[in-house]
């Protein structure tokens, strides 16, 4: 059976209610009819996303929601316009709410599939969320209308053909997506306000990366094609701390450079042709490296498979601080570790040995 890996990629503030919006809130995820824990964001205790002005539309998260085998899945989200109170307390409440809810549509609509549960499970949120903001004493704060997106098993494993990247000119990042979660609220004052959660799916257990039909012929500048196309697709999900390539099927400079950028950080050949060893190492090669690697002792200067097997967990237990996943060790890397470190209330030392290793993959 093929797993599938869902992320959360980002957010971003399509609309926004005041100059400046102060945002936090929750994503869940049920598996078939199993809820999983409710994530709240951002994990600090009193931390907001602002977002907004020119710069700052959108967040890049990149928060694993679900790893295992492909089945039907609901993802349901909400968010909170920040004025008053205290964050902690509410964030704590919501989520409380917002796992009820969950439980409740399972209970309740058990039996009927992951569709039958998207629907009435945003009714039962806001409802949830409506007797939360009754409680909370002196609440200022806007709550938005909750959303939730079914995903069939079907969805989960084409994912590969509905990958797409979302830009702004206003905003840096890039983020890849497959599907997504739009939530839209009022204030007080009347104003309207529009978020989008983005997700994405990959498959990632056995019977992915099937026969597609295109192969992996030899491609270099100045190739065309589907080839390339798939090509580029690898490329932005391997190296997704740079701007996303444009995936046309035209094998141009930017495609080139990045290639070689690629063969660099898996300390490959590079020449910029993409051959048996680079298709190897995009396909499957580089997390077969990675898991062969072991848990060795790592400090600045270490480089190798070890090293990106390293920065891909980092990555994923801090969300909010993403790096390069290019092997090597150096200022930005160490402090990531240390960040992990002080995080998780182990010896903050740069250096990661048993004890780091023990709490980046338990």
């Keep these: 059976m093929t797993d599938v890996k869902v992320m959360w990629t980002g957010l971003e503030c399509q609309i926004r209610q005041e100059a400046e919006d102060e945002v936090f809130g929750t994503i869940q995820l049920i598996a078939g009819?199993?809820?999983?824990?409710?994530?709240?964001?951002?994990?600090?205790?009193?931390?907001?996303?602002?977002?907004?002005?020119?710069?700052?539309?959108?967040?890049?998260?990149?928060?694993?929601?679900?790893?295992?085998?492909?089945?039907d899945l609901?993802?349901?989200?909400?968010?909170v316009e920040f004025d008053s109170g205290d964050v902690t307390e509410e964030k704590k409440a919501i989520s409380e709410a917002v796992?009820?809810?969950?439980?409740?549509a399972v209970t309740v609509f058990a039996g009927g599939g992951v569709a039958t549960i998207a629907a009435p499970l945003i009714g039962l949120t806001s409802e949830a969320l409506t007797n939360v903001f009754a409680d909370l004493f002196g609440v200022q704060d806007d709550a938005y209308n909750p959303g939730a997106i079914a995903l069939s098993q079907g969805q989960l494993l084409s994912a590969d053909s509905?990958?797409?990247?979302?830009?702004?000119?206003?905003?840096?990042?890039?983020?890849?997506?497959?599907?997504?979660?739009v939530l839209t609220g009022v204030d007080d004052a009347g104003d309207l306000g529009k978020y989008v959660f983005y997700l994405d799916v990959r498959t990632t257990g056995p019977?992915?990366?099937?026969?597609?039909?295109?192969?992996?012929?030899?491609?270099s500048q100045g190739s065309q094609g589907e080839a390339v196309r798939k090509l580029q697709r690898l490329l932005n999900e391997h190296v997704p701390d740079l701007?996303?390539?444009?995936?046309?099927?035209?094998?141009?400079p930017v495609?080139?450079?990045?290639?070689?950028?690629?063969?660099r950080r898996v300390e490959i050949i590079v020449d910029g042709t993409v051959g048996p060893q680079t298709w190897g190492m995009l396909t499957d090669g580089e997390l077969a490296q990675e898991a062969s690697a072991?848990?060795?002792?790592?400090?600045?200067?270490?480089?190798?498979?070890?090293?990106?097997?390293?920065?891909?967990?980092?990555?994923?237990?801090?969300?909010?601080?993403?790096?390069?996943?290019?092997?090597?060790?150096?200022?930005?890397?160490d402090g990531r570790v240390r960040e992990f470190q002080q995080r998780v209330a182990i010896a903050v030392d740069g250096i990661v040995g048993p004890q780091t290793w023990g709490h980046l993959t338990q």
């Design 294 to 333: 072991g848990t060795p002792a790592l400090q600045q200067g270490s480089h190798g498979p070890a090293v990106r097997k390293l920065q891909r967990l980092l990555n994923d237990h801090l969300p909010d601080l993403q790096l390069a996943v290019d092997g090597r060790f150096g200022p930005v890397t």
């Design 243 to 252: 701007p996303s390539l444009a995936v046309d099927g035209g094998f141009g």
């Design 74 to 79: 609901t993802v349901s989200a909400t968010l």
């Design 255 to 263: 495609t080139d450079a990045r290639v070689r950028e690629y063969q």
């Design 33 to 71: 009819m199993n809820p999983q824990p409710v994530i709240r964001f951002p994990d600090s205790g009193n931390g907001k996303y602002v977002l907004g002005p020119s710069g700052q539309r959108m967040v890049a998260v990149q928060q694993p929601l679900y790893s295992g085998p492909a089945q």
């Design 162 to 181: 509905r990958r797409q990247v979302r830009t702004r000119p206003d905003d840096p990042q890039t983020l890849q997506f497959t599907d997504s979660i």
């Design 99 to 104: 796992s009820t809810a969950a439980t409740a």
């Design 207 to 219: 019977g992915a990366g099937a026969p597609d039909g295109i192969g992996t012929p030899t491609l």
